[in-house]
């Protein structure tokens, strides 16, 4: 028997030296949305070496894939990793450092907010972010006597939720050398009386927040990781930052090799000579977690503070019709410039002059079909008779569904009835292409998909409000928002073949969620937490 013992010994060994491992992960018992074409569903996939390599039946994989580790969803659904194809990342993560003021339903309950944080911040600029006048009983915008009075020294600048208006009290404009009845091109200096009221409308802002200090390596660094941490636990992967400027980038891409950041990020730059100069002498930059081949241009303001460009005066304001940020001139060169360098134009763009502008503008660099995919971020109101613009010339709609439900309740107002049919007109814009990029603008917006995917379907607020929904003539359907916060906001970023769907080859980004948005009642959406989140494989966060 003893003599027995070195052969049995030899056959285990030889038995286990068979089994090795041909891939990292098997995840199996889902319900997988690949988001393919055929938008098919799979109950597991394999991946190694952080891509995707199989999808199929779990009996099929195993007969084939020999996985280190094995993810037993427990009949949960599965999806792409999700994409916001337009945010504020790092102008997020900054706020975190600061006041938060979204939510408050008062002037005097962001005067508290403000001394709370001055009582715990006690050196450096006060600066706040999220109020809007809107929510509040006076749906005006505030002065700043009081602000002057608490902080007669202290430099204090108080964002609007949207960014297109602030406040700033006098310490704050003395910096700034900002006088009563000083004009501005693109922008307005409200002074009322002959004395400035410390409002400040788009270019106007930049006054003030351009003589603030620069952050610091550690405020930058704590931005990025404290926005990256609670997107993860909304599910995110990918996320569009509009508007950044070119030292950023070498900051992103360091701590993304040294592994600490590892949201994948596509980068607009904004629309400044420095800017336009770094990506024209490099290139397109471009590694795995990292996308700047795209430049933000601002064409007009918010509607929310009636900065919003309109062929017609606001329903709410006769005589005014808003304005361009810069000159028509100004956008022509810069998109003839874009056009002959290969890059992406991504335009902001609320109004209904507005987006005819800089439709007309593309129109005439694009020449009818192409794949450029230059884009009209927000597309919020558009004349009916231009609407033809986008499919003639494929020039992307990049939508923020949670805009129409916030602003559904005061949007008449400013638009009127007529304007307002197509305004928001996310089905109407989805059917110029066949395709449509979702995001939220965060943080205007709130950070999580979920909530995006909720508007585009449901067409409510958080409340459930209205009872019916707002226009749903304009809703989505769930397998549209879907493709919209996966593979059709992959796509607009050109990365439709990387990522935003699962499919062999591609990143092996994706969410699990407690709940299956593609069944679970309409009312619920909002409410559906994320299980867990996970990029290249890696597992990033997980719900406590």
């Known amino acids: 028997m003893k003599k027995l013992w070195p052969a049995l010994l030899a056959v285990v060994f030889a038995a286990c030296q068979k089994k090795e491992y041909n891939a990292d992960l098997l995840v199996k018992n889902a319900t997988v949305y690949t988001v393919d074409s055929n938008f098919t569903t799979a109950e597991a996939f394999v991946v ?19 996985a280190r580790q094995v993810l037993d969803a427990a009949g949960k659904a599965i999806y792409p990793g999700f994409i916001d194809a337009h945010t504020h990342f790092y102008r997020y993560g900054l706020s975190l450092q600061e006041v938060a003021l979204a939510g408050t339903s008062s002037w005097e309950s962001i005067l508290d907010s403000v001394q709370n944080y001055a009582k715990r911040n006690e050196e450096g600029w006060i600066v706040g972010r999220g109020w809007d006048q809107n929510d509040w009983a006076v749906k005006q915008f505030p002065n700043k006597i009081q602000l002057d009075s608490l902080f007669p020294v202290r430099p204090v600048v108080l964002s609007r939720v949207d960014g297109h208006a602030a406040i700033a009290n006098q310490a704050a404009l003395n910096i700034a050398g900002i006088k009563p009845g000083q004009k501005i091109e693109g922008g307005e200096i409200e002074t009322i009386n002959g004395k400035l009221t410390g409002i400040l409308v788009d270019n106007a802002v930049g006054l003030v927040t351009h003589k603030m200090p620069e952050a610091t390596d550690q405020v930058t660094q704590a931005a990025l990781l404290n926005a990256q941490k609670n997107c993860f636990a909304v599910g995110l992967t990918t996320v569009d930052d509009c508007g950044l400027d070119y030292p950023m980038i070498n900051t ?47 064409a007009d303001g918010a509607l929310g503070s009636r900065g919003a460009c309109m062929l017609h005066d606001y329903s709410d304001q006769k005589g005014w019709k808003g304005f361009l940020l810069s000159s028509q001139k100004h956008f022509e060169e810069i998109a003839q410039r874009l056009a002959g360098k290969g890059f992406q134009m991504c335009t902001h763009a609320i109004g209904d002059s507005a987006n005819r502008t800089i439709l007309k503008i593309y129109a005439n660099a694009l020449k009818g079909k192409n794949d450029r995919r230059w884009r009209i971020e927000h597309a919020q109101v558009i004349a009916p008779e231009d609407m033809h613009y986008f499919g003639d010339n494929n020039i992307i709609p990049s939508v923020q569904p949670t805009h129409a439900t916030s602003d559904m309740f005061w949007a008449a107002q400013r638009l009127g009835n007529e304007r307002l049919k197509t305004a928001y007109a996310y ?38 409000l209205p009872a019916r929904g707002f226009q749903t003539e304009n809703a989505l359907k769930r397998i549209e928002a879907l493709r919209g916060m996966t593979i059709w906001a992959a796509r607009s970023n050109f990365e439709e073949k990387e990522k935003g769907s699962i499919e062999p080859g591609k990143y092996a980004d994706f969410v699990i969620l407690e709940q299956d948005i593609m069944k679970a009642k309409g009312g619920d959406l909002p409410k559906i937490k994320v299980l867990k989140t996970y990029i290249n494989g890696e597992k990033v966060y997980e719900k406590k």
């Open 48 to 66: 190694n070496g952080g891509k995707i390599v199989a999808v199929g039946k779990a009996d099929s994989l195993e007969k084939i894939y020999m």
């Open 252 to 298: 992103i891409a360091e701590m993304q090799h040294k592994g600490s950041l590892k949201m994948r990020m596509y980068v607009m730059l904004s629309d400044n000579e420095e800017n336009i100069n770094y990506l024209f002498n490099r290139g397109i930059y471009k590694t795995p977690g990292l996308n700047v081949r795209a430049f933000k241009v601002y």
């Open 427 to 464: 089905k109407q814009l989805l059917q110029q292409n066949g395709w449509l990029p979702l995001g939220t603008d965060f943080p205007v917006e709130n950070i999580n998909p979920l909530y995006t995917f909720y508007a585009a379907v449901e067409r409510k607020d958080m409340k459930g």
